[in-house]
DNA sequence: CCGGATCCGTAACGATACTG
DNA sequence: CAGTATCGTTACGGATCCGG
């Protein structure tokens, strides 16, 4: 079909040739924290169509950026998943989550999405090696209809979705709530915690967190 | 004017919000090497119309990402520059580059532009710190119709376009020898060297340019 | 019901012409 | 030189439809 191109002969730009179209990175960091079917990348990607996603998938398969697999028994469906390619991207896609953070992410605006799976990944780029060399364990996150895991496991940690296959504690809370757990902020309407829950205490230490900044400009439009 | 948002609370979703429309992160590129003007960018951004890189930089300008400078006497002319919050995209284009050199990048293309700018930014991300530490020295780049400087010291680099003001030795040739001595790779076409030719060996030994990596599919489509 | 394919109106982009 | 104006083309967004 051939697509359009920068065509320069430069690193950054044959990267946004590949992962620079709207939603495609957006899709990577779906697929960065394990596969998914065609229905969650929709639902994680609201706004996207059908068509498109479609079309994005078939792109990057062809790439060599995103493969499709088979989960395993007993789901047996069809699936997509990062490639060896695909996760290498999760540099470039957490230095964007890193930027924003700090210099485009204030309060949670009306309207506004929020899905547990996007803290969860910003968690492996605030993670803070040194303090968690001396932990071992693995939490799970019940976050409204969201299910992750994260292993923390000789100073590093991988967060993935779905349920852990042997939790040492599982919180199950709202969103907000998950976010204020991370940073050791006061929870206002508490969590459901089974298992180990000296564990949770731990975890704000885990995690540097950046600090918003303002950028310049006092007047910023309004978004649609 | 409003325009369009991805609507997520998530730092990447709004990272891509601002920085994530075609252009725009390599207009960032260009800045990331120092003040440039609007004939400047257009060079640098072959393919671009006129009208769209004045809405972006004005949009960028609003979001604090990009200002207006007026370069000093003697040029006197009106350019645009990054700001603080755009130089932090530093880290996200040099990612970006660093996949793309890895997984993206093979031969240069017929039909690709090349402008040793690109290269020179991608000497950052490239840079070893600890091989340079005992090095201090001014390096002027004079590629095709391009100048830029390196500055190494204490085991720091800067790369910025234009001349440098003391240069130790003033390298003139053409992007490709460029990129060969660069590598340590043997040239073909010579360069011209005025100062201290053996900092010029030294070179090849401040990098590490990575590795390129096939991506599984075998057959890739063609870009237009 | 899930995983798409198709169709169509709208917004974004690309090229060129034009103005201060 | 630094942009604005215009216009044809492409990409996206939403909805509907279809096969397993």
């Not at 699936?79 to 204030?106: P, Q, R, S």
């Not at 979705?161 to 508490?190: K, M, N, S, W, Y």
């Amino acid at each position: 079909m051939s697509r359009r191109s920068y065509r320069q002969y430069c690193a950054t730009a044959h990267a946004l040739d590949i992962v620079g179209e709207r939603w495609t990175l957006l899709l990577v960091r779906e697929l960065l924290t394990g596969p998914r079917r065609f229905g969650d990348l929709l639902a994680g990607l609201p706004g996207m169509g059908t068509g498109l996603l479609a079309a994005r998938l078939k792109f990057l398969t062809e790439e060599g950026i995103v493969e499709q697999v088979t989960l395993p028994a007993p789901a047996n469906t069809p699936a997509y998943a990062v490639t060896e390619a695909g996760a290498a991207l999760e540099a470039a896609v957490l230095a964007l989550a890193d930027w924003g953070m700090t210099w485009a992410l204030d309060e949670r605006e009306p309207g506004e999405v929020f899905r547990a799976g996007w803290t969860v990944l910003a968690m492996r780029s605030a993670f803070n090696a040194e303090r968690a060399a001396d932990l071992r364990a693995v939490y799970e996150f019940r976050i409204d209809d969201e299910v992750f895991h994260a292993a923390v496991v000789d100073g590093a940690i991988a967060t993935v979705h779905g349920p852990a296959q042997r939790p040492d504690v599982v919180v199950a809370t709202d969103g907000d709530t998950f976010r204020q757990i991370l940073r050791g902020e006061p929870t206002t309407r508490g969590a459901t915690v089974t298992g180990d829950s000296s564990l949770l205490a731990r975890l704000p230490a885990l995690f540097d967190w950046p600090e918003a900044r303002e950028r310049v400009s006092p007047a910023r439009p309004r978004w649609r």
